[in-house]
């Protein structure tokens, strides 16, 4: 089976980096890498395996399917329909917020709040917009290092209650 190079094969990955891509027929899960000229890595004589389907990576060693982490993000400003920029490998994803519930009670959409939940690989980066203006803390975009539950409180939008 020949491999084809990718400019981009997941976001955990760096662009800059060279990668490969293949698809494996699922009985046949032992496989080394050669570059057709003799040159082979066989996993020290052992082979690499694949143990169950998913995405995996070989970065010197066999690594296990990449991580997704849930990241829940609430935004308070005072536009009313604020949307989430995302940045998922090289391309960015617009999703629309939504209006909040209470997160323990607190952080509802009297109070001008929006959330929006992604599944990704950590670290997020991550800008709002109105469609107009961009809040995108400076240029420096927004980074969530983990996954969980981020809060931001809008510094060109902010919201209209004085008790927010």
Known sequence: MVMKKVGFFHPAFKR?????TC???PFCTLFKFTDGTGLVDDNNHTMYSIAAPGQWAVIGSLE???????FTVYYQTKWTSPWMRYKEGDKWTSVEMM????FG???SKSQYWFRYRVRSVSPLYYVFTDGVTDDDNGGSNYTA???GVWFT???IAPPFCSFC
Do not use: E, P
């Not at 800059?16 to 490969?20: A, V």
């Open 16 to 20: 800059r980096d060279s990668w490969y």
């Open 23 to 25: 698809s494996i027929v």
């Open 64 to 70: 296990t399917s990449i991580k997704l982490y849930d």
């Open 99 to 102: 209006k909040s519930n209470t």
């Open 105 to 107: 009670g607190y952080f």
């Open 145 to 147: 290092v983990s996954g």
């Open 153 to 155: 409180v809008s510094k």
